[in-house]
Structures are given as structure tokens and as C-alpha cells.
């Protein structure tokens, strides 16, 4: 079945690189996403990468796909303190990508 | 302005009983989900439709019922079967289909609490 999975935590210090990393187990995802989440609040999408591409940028934001390793990762540059929050990754499945999975989150801290 | 609305935001439930959690959304999107998110647990998946009418049970049905009499709404009912129901419910919509913008967007989320 599908699986998503994270590392639940990670602290960066201000003005640093934020890297998180994502490994899922099913290899017929069509589009994978990465969502942020602030406290008691829904999950906003931050970007997505279709999976038949390598990287993407956006502004602070990288994304990189290893498709033979199954693992995404999301590079934060110049992390700042409004970064803080939970990351997701996601995936969807199906020819119209309509089945989305999500992993545990990666709670983003920084640190002065 | 589109989005997703989510009501209430906050809900306690007496043991024993239904209750239902209203999920509506004016996007056009074909398909919505119902996620349950526990601390350290990311998002789980309940119940997803892909169009009216329809419906598929996701990772954790058990316990849990929906509908989708309307595009615009997708209720989630947590019944008494549901032994552990306290938890923060996200809705979500999504455009489906072959090109970009297939992403979920998200509701506010309610937190459900069984006193």
C-alpha cells in the first residue's frame, strides 16, 4: 500500500538552510506536494513537483525528487522565523490524481 | 471569495453519540477528502469522493459514515463506533484530472472532543 513517511522534527538556526526530507513507498504517484501547517489551522500548499521531474524552484523554496530512491525533499533557503510549522508531504495517486496521501509532518523550529 | 468551509470549528461530544461535521466547498472541485490529524501522526485518510455520489473509504473508515448528495458537500459523521474519536478533522477539495493544479485545498479544520 501507500506510505509516506518523515522525520517529526527539525530546528534550524535563523538564516540557515532547512532541508526535510520525505521517503514514500509507492512508485505510481502522479504529482508530489509539499503543504505547510501553522497552529490550529488547515494545510496550505507550498509547492508540487510532477513526478516525472527531477526539481523544481520557487523563490526560497527547492524541491528535489529521486525517483529511484523514492525520496522528496524541500530546501528552505535563508529559513526565517515565520518558517515555523509542520511540513507535509503528499502524494497523489490515479490516472486523475484524485487518491491524496500525506506523511506524518516534519515540525520545523528555528532558532535565533 | 472560493475556499472550503469547515463548521464548527470547535465540537464536544458526549460518549455514545453521533455527531456530524459539515465540509462545503464553492472551488467547482470534483472530489473532496475528510483527514484525521492525531499529534505526531500527520494526516490520515478517512473517507475521499471523486464525484457525486460516490465514495471511497480510505485508511480508517471504521467508525466513521459520509455523503456526497451534492458537489459542494461532503458531511462527515463520527459514530459511536469510532472508539478513540477526539481528534482535529481536516476537509479538503480537489480538481482532479491530467494537468497541474490538482493540488488540495484545505478547510480550517474542527476540532472534535468526546468528553
Known amino acids: 500500500g501507500e506510505d509516506v513517511e518523515q522525520s517529526l522534527f527539525l530546528s534550524v538556526r535563523e538564516g540557515d538552510s532547512s532541508v526535510i526530507n520525505c521517503t514514500y513507498t509507492d512508485s505510481s504517484s502522479t504529482y508530489l506536494y509539499w503543504y505547510k501547517q501553522e497552529p490550529g489551522a488547515g494545510l496550505q500548499l507550498l509547492t508540487y513537483?510532477?513526478?516525472?521531474?527531477d526539481m523544481k524552484q520557487d523563490q526560497r523554496l527547492t524541491v528535489l525528487l529521486n525517483k529511484k530512491d523514492k525520496h522528496l525533499s524541500l530546501r528552505i533557503a535563508d529559513t526565517q522565523t515565520g518558517d515555523s510549522a509542520i511540513y507535509f508531504c503528499?502524494?497523489?495517486?490515479?490516472?486523475?490524481?484524485?487518491?491524496?496521501?500525506f506523511g506524518s509532518g516534519t515540525r520545523l523550529s528555528i532558532r535565533p | 471569495d472560493g475556499g472550503i468551509t469547515q463548521s464548527p470549528k470547535y465540537l464536544f461530544r458526549k460518549e455514545g453519540q453521533n455527531v456530524t461535521l459539515s465540509c462545503e466547498q464553492n472551488?467547482?472541485?470534483?472530489?473532496m477528502y475528510w483527514y484525521r490529524q492525531d499529534p505526531g501522526q500527520g494526516l490520515r485518510l478517512i473517507y475521499y469522493?471523486?464525484?457525486?455520489?460516490?465514495?471511497q473509504k480510505g485508511d480508517i473508515a471504521e467508525g466513521y459514515s459520509v455523503s456526497r448528495e451534492k458537489k459542494e458537500s461532503f458531511p462527515l459523521t463520527v459514530t459511536s463506533a469510532q472508539k478513540n474519536p477526539t481528534a482535529f478533522y481536516l476537509c479538503a477539495s480537489s480538481n482532479p484530472g491530467q494537468g497541474a493544479n490538482t493540488e488540495a485545498f484545505f478547510g480550517q479544520g474542527t476540532r472534535l472532543t468526546v468528553v
Open positions: 503528499a502524494e497523489s495517486f490515479g490516472s486523475s490524481a484524485s487518491k491524496i496521501i
Open positions: 513537483i510532477f513526478s516525472n521531474m
Open positions: 469522493s471523486q464525484i457525486v455520489n460516490d465514495f
Open positions: 472551488l467547482n472541485h470534483d472530489a
